[in-house]
């Protein structure tokens, strides 16, 4: 299979779909690979490191789209790009289409093999989701400390707080993986940490690891109540499946919050936990509603793109050699956590979240494939 590792265009996004020791991996297995000349810059790979692993450069987005089938990235594609696709394309990345209308309908149109890392699952966990969660959980405390400083519009609290001074309190609500690693590293950070969860399960859990955190069941009364009292919020709320984020977080209750509080609204890829959140850039990440800092960037991870990108290739590749090895249709049929990471076929809607939010029409994978 000839394979394409383009280069990203998302704003700044410097993350590439695979390393150069993974790209030597499937040239071993026999399959042609073209990187596009650049792709890995931003994570620390020259074209050199790609050729000497046994790649093709291709020498812009045009000529790899052209000889490549099957094309793994990082991001969803860009309204540059679109032009790019065709029905021979199998599309392997994060897609978030919830959210995402025009592209849904660029997918569609265009017939393409849309496969999302976000909704490939086994069991109740989502493997290609998870590397990111945790780096932008991870994240997360670290980015709202520092827009805490009077400097950067915050409220002016030190969030491990000083000897006789209150540490600031910080809110995550969920317990998954990204808020995990968020309560993780405000624990280590120093801060006043409390995790809301609808479910008992993921606290406990938590709470073995990290027993200092306040653990807490969600109720609309508690929920309002720690909103308020909280000089960081990280929205970390994920709904397996593709959906969007609910709209937890209200106008009314950012009125309530404290002036210079920040919210990191970490699911702003699924429409953000903020009724006013709206995507981000790592250049400008912050805008300013009712006295509220919002960080919303919809790439966190791309801010530690060598990391990111050792991080996400070495959870995707063995799904990549799936795809490649054995087909695309058998690939899919014979593994039924990559057909749950199908969610556009041959013009066809396959997920049924992404398909009832854009009002489209809706079929299994598994009856398009069986008929």
């Known amino acids: 299979m000839i394979i394409g590792i383009p280069k990203e265009v ?17 040239v071993a297995d026999g399959h042609k690979v073209f990187v596009q ?17 046994g790649a093709n450069i291709a ?7 052209e000889k490549a089938s099957l ?29 995402a209308k025009e592209l849904t309908a660029v997918l569609v149109q265009t017939r393409v093999c849309a496969i999302a890392y976000e909704t490939v699952a086994v069991e109740n966990e989502l493997p290609l989701l998870k590397p990111m969660s945790e780096i932008a959980g991870s994240m997360a405390p670290i980015v709202g400390a520092y827009h805490l400083s009077r400097y950067q519009g915050g409220e002016g609290v030190l969030i491990c707080g000083s000897e006789g001074v209150a540490a600031a309190k910080i809110l995550v ?41 306040k653990a807490v069941l969600y109720s609309n009364e508690l929920f309002f109540e720690a ?53 981000t850039t790592h250049t400008n990440p912050i805008f300013i509603e009712e006295g509220v800092l919002h960080y919303c960037v919809a790439n966190m991870p791309g801010a530690y793109p060598k990391t990111s990108t050792i991080a996400l290739s070495n959870a995707t590749i063995s799904y990549v050699r799936k795809l490649a090895n054995n087909g695309i249709l058998q690939a899919i049929k014979n593994d039924a956590s990559l057909a749950l990471g199908v969610n556009v076929y041959n013009g066809v809607v396959t997920n049924r979240a992404v398909a009832e939010v854009h009002n489209l029409e809706f079929r299994e994978i598994e009856l398009i494939l069986e008929g």
């Open 227 to 279: 909103i308020k009292a909280s000089d960081i919020v990280v929205g970390a709320v994920l709904i397996h499946g593709g959906a969007s984020a609910p709209k937890l977080i209200t106008r009314d209750m950012l009125k309530e919050m404290k002036n210079g509080a920040v919210l990191v609204d970490v699911t702003i890829d699924q429409g953000g936990i903020s009724e006013v959140s709206h995507p």
């Open 37 to 53: 000349s650049g792709a890995g810059i931003g994570s620390g790979f020259s074209d050199t490191n790609y050729a000497d692993a």
């Open 71 to 99: 094309i793994v990235k990082v991001k969803e594609p860009q309204p540059s790009e679109y032009g790019f696709l065709n029905e021979k394309h199998t599309l392997f990345c994060y897609l978030h289409l919830a959210p």
């Open 10 to 26: 998302k704003t700044d996004e410097f993350r590439v779909g695979a390393t150069p020791s993974n790209v030597a991996v499937l």
């Open 173 to 213: 609500i969920g317990a998954g993986n990204a808020g995990f690693n968020a309560a993780k590293i405000a624990t280590g950070m120093g801060a006043d940490v409390t995790v809301i969860n609808r479910t008992v399960p993921k606290l406990e859990e938590l709470k073995k690891i990290l027993p200092n955190v």
């Open 59 to 65: 020498a812009d987005a045009k000529d790899l789209y």
